[in-house]
């Protein structure tokens, strides 16, 4: 006894001949599909941070406190009556720096932390769900902007120190002291600013991280004041040799001891510390919902 076959479907009266033909027909995009890479990445990160007035904002600031306070500083000493033979005209850029560098820790907390308090960042990965590439991205594109407009702002105070005490007798810096006063800590302040970025990954958390960071800018110094006791002298002396202020200062050989970093030392130093804050970030970033 043969098994009975279903009834095969038969086109509608008036139907297209191709339609009962390819029922099941694939749909062909118009728009053509690109294979994503790091170059769309960074795009995207680029339109972000220069489109967000958060960024306008707080490099503005930044760029105010160097040169603003910078150019006073050198006008008060060029006005003086004291004489500055044989010390550098570069170190009175330090000023303004250390208290520029809160915009640059700020800004890079936002970078990654904002979009977290936003939900933007659901958004981010699913567009790009290579959640390591994005970071990276961040990264690279943070850092080349705290770097060139760090470059930019100490390299005209230096010019602008330079020519004021000029007739104080100060000494003409060296080729070593241009670099390590120009380069040497604008790569600093920009290493600085994206172990704020990966601190920002690592909490998600904007105001929380932003805390973590000043209180590790200020912190030791603070707490090094404070400590009379004699038997916290070592202790105290590591506080003030490698705290945050302290490794600005060796960058304008005005260091707090004669002990401690040195030269390009603090480069180094926070080139390690900020590699292992983004090991931290990008292996939590893998393994934590967004």
């Known amino acids: 006894m043969s098994t009975p076959q279903p009834p095969t479907p038969q086109a509608a009266p008036g139907a297209h001949p191709a339609a009962s033909a390819a029922p099941y027909a694939t749909y062909t995009s118009p728009i053509p599909v690109v294979r994503?890479?790091?170059?769309?990445?960074?795009?995207?990160e680029w339109t972000k941070i220069r489109s967000v007035r958060s960024t306008m904002w707080t490099l503005g600031v930044f760029v105010l406190l160097v040169i603003g306070i910078g150019l006073a500083a050198g006008a008060i000493v060029a006005s003086s009556d004291?004489?500055?033979?044989?010390?550098?005209?570069?170190?009175?850029?330090m000023f303004g720096l250390l208290l520029g560098s809160m915009c640059v820790i700020t800004l890079g907390v936002l970078t990654t932390a904002s979009e977290y308090g936003t939900g933007m960042i659901r958004t981010t990965m699913t567009a790009c769900p290579s959640r390591g590439r994005v970071l990276a991205a961040k990264a690279l594109v943070f850092f080349l902007v705290a770097?060139?407009?760090?470059?930019?702002?100490?390299?005209?105070?230096a010019l602008a120190h330079a020519s004021m005490l000029e007739g104080n007798g100060a000494a003409d810096p060296t080729g070593e002291e241009w670099l390590k006063a120009t380069v040497g800590i604008s790569l600093y302040i920009a290493l600085l600013g994206l172990l704020s970025l990966a601190i920002g990954s690592v909490m998600r958390h904007s105001a929380g991280a932003i805390t973590i960071m000043i209180g590790l800018v200020l912190a030791p110094l603070v707490i090094a004041l404070f400590m009379f006791s004699s038997s916290l002298e070592r202790l105290q002396l590591a506080l003030f040799e490698y705290s945050i202020p302290n490794q600005l200062g060796v960058f304008y050989s005005t260091s707090l001891s004669d002990t401690g970093p040195t030269g390009w030392d603090p480069l180094w130093i926070m080139l390690g510390v900020t590699a292992v804050a983004f090991g931290a970030a990008f292996a939590l970033l893998e393994q934590r919902d967004v």
Not at 36 to 44: D, E, N, P, V, Y
């Open 36 to 44: 994503t890479h790091l170059g769309h990445a960074l795009a995207s």
């Open 82 to 93: 004291a004489d500055a033979s044989g010390e550098s005209p570069l170190s009175l850029g």
């Open 147 to 157: 770097f060139s407009v760090t470059l930019v702002a100490v390299t005209l105070v």
